[in-house]
């Protein structure tokens, strides 16, 4: 209680000592993504979906990197979506009115070679190379008959970060109105994620395994900007 | 205000104190051999070298419980007395019997490399250990067990808090305080170092495989650190894994068979030599570059292309100039020795 009440009278003096670091600008975003194949939301390993080149796949796995969000200033604030865990994520945005939405799908490339990171970006969350560092920008796992892998596996790790085997891409997404953020309500934007533009013109049977940074991976991130369009803003 | 705050801070300090007293840990500077380059920057720019950090990262090391088996540690691949390599193993051992793919190197003056493994695939010292720790051919293990594994074993919680300021065990302070124990193994006290230093004269022979060396070797094993940190192809056949080298990370045929250049300090005690240990005795290295180079591969090493002459003669003025750099006190030194007598399991 004594500990609660100091803590408490300490908040209340550093309030007071530093006003200027709690800032009256910023305002709530959330962003939802909803991962959607052949327009159907995709349900774990059970449903069979078609890419474009019309070979039918599973989803057991699909996990991404979601960072430097905001319309012309990058922040720092790194996100792993999990369609089949954390699929929201919640973030301050400079108070404003906003025409657009860009992030960058991927992580910096200095954060993938500065060393043992924490939070998102926890080599515990299986989304960095142990043999090759790096971090996998993009993970789609499942299986296909048109796989003739092992476990007629499908495994696309997109990743790389050094010069033309980047694989980050920048995404900047139109919105349908305004999006005002501010102090007084926070808004959620709804993204739709559309696998069948991932696959593109792609072959499972061709690449149906890709797990190390290149020309495959470079030609999968290229993708990534056809993928994502924004459906309301609530 | 100033007392208002200082006040506050003091009483949030004791506030947040779990036992084991307030976190001071105890600044450590890398210290850097006369005529030695500066080190890489990056080793220790985000992760404070401190007594405690170092001795988390020696308990880390010799910890069994980093492997699956919970007898493979870090230091039994990379033992001290064989300059933390494995000694007499042209590859070495992980869990359930298994062989490693490459030899173990030795694990010396890291903090001035700037890549690390055979093939330089690894880009920061911090995140080495993911490699070894997570290989089912290795330790086997992985991140979640391995803390669940430290979170139970009562003698870290001391070790963390002293290190990092409260007892909690993450990944990140796991491969930082790995990395301060293993980017401190400096050695530079060898015959060679204290010859350079004037404290003491080479030997007629060993001055003549010095000019050996300089003339021979020493563009790709540079002094001060015996090593340019650079990738080549020095003419070996391919081996029996298939082991492209530098290829597999950059995925350019012109890095075909390219293997990071080691370093020759404790080059006595690193033996077997090469990416495979193929080479188990410096006369059968040095037989290689005089007479073993594969001449018909497309990414052999300029330097390489004509052949190094030696009589026996000068093949063991070379061997004995290699000896000047063994550096007992590195490897016998306590300080990078396990803190406690290891329990062997039987």
Known sequence: ?234 | MTLVVALMAALLGAAKDDGFGPYKPTPLKLSIPKGWPKPNSDIFAKNKLTEEGFELGRKLFYDGNLSKDGATSCGSCHQQFAAFSTYDHDLSHGINNTFTDRNAPSLVNLAWMTSYHWDGGINHIEVQPLSPITAHNEMGETLENIIAKLNADSSYSRYFKAAFGDKAITSQRILKALAQFTGSLISSNSRYDQWKNGTLKFTPVEESGYALYKANCSSCHREPLFTDNSFHNNGLPLNRFGDAGRQRITGLSSDSLKFKVPSLRNVQYSVPYMHDGRFNDLDKVITHYTSGINYLQPTLDSILQKPIVFTERQKLELIYFLYTLTDTSFTKNKRFAPAQPITIKH
């Not at chain 1, 891409?169 to 559309?194: A, C, F, G, M, S």
């Open chain 1, 1 to 234: 209680m004594i500990k609660r009440i100091l803590l408490q009278a300490f908040a209340i003096v550093a309030i007071c000592a530093l006003p200027g670091k709690l800032t009256a600008q910023n305002g709530k975003l959330i962003l939802k993504f909803v991962h959607l194949a052949n327009e159907k939301k995709i349900i774990r390993n059970d449903s069979v979906y078609s890419t474009p080149n019309g070979e039918p796949y599973t989803i057991s796995k699909l996990r991404y990197y979601v960072s430097e969000i905001g319309s012309g200033k990058p922040s720092r604030n790194i996100f792993l979506v999990d369609a089949f865990g954390p699929d929201s994520i919640e973030m301050k945005l400079p108070a404003g009115h906003y025409q657009q939405l860009s992030f960058l799908l991927g992580v910096d490339s200095l954060l993938n070679c500065s060393g043992a990171q924490d939070g998102a970006l926890d080599p515990l969350k299986d989304m960095f190379w142990t043999w090759n560092s790096g971090y996998v920008m993009f993970k789609l796992e499942g299986k296909s008959d048109s796989s003739h892998a092992d476990l007629n596996r499908i495994e696309q790790h997109i990743g790389g970060y050094k010069g033309e085997n980047k694989t980050m891409r920048r995404i900047t997404l139109n919105l349908p109105e305004k999006l005002v953020i501010d102090q007084k309500k926070t808004h959620t934007v709804v993204i739709e994620v559309d696998l069948d533009k991932y696959w593109n013109k792609a072959s499972i049977s061709a690449n149906p395994v890709i797990v190390i940074p290149g020309t495959l991976a470079k030609r999968a991130a290229d993708n990534f900007p056809l993928m994502f369009r924004v459906k309301s803003i609530l």
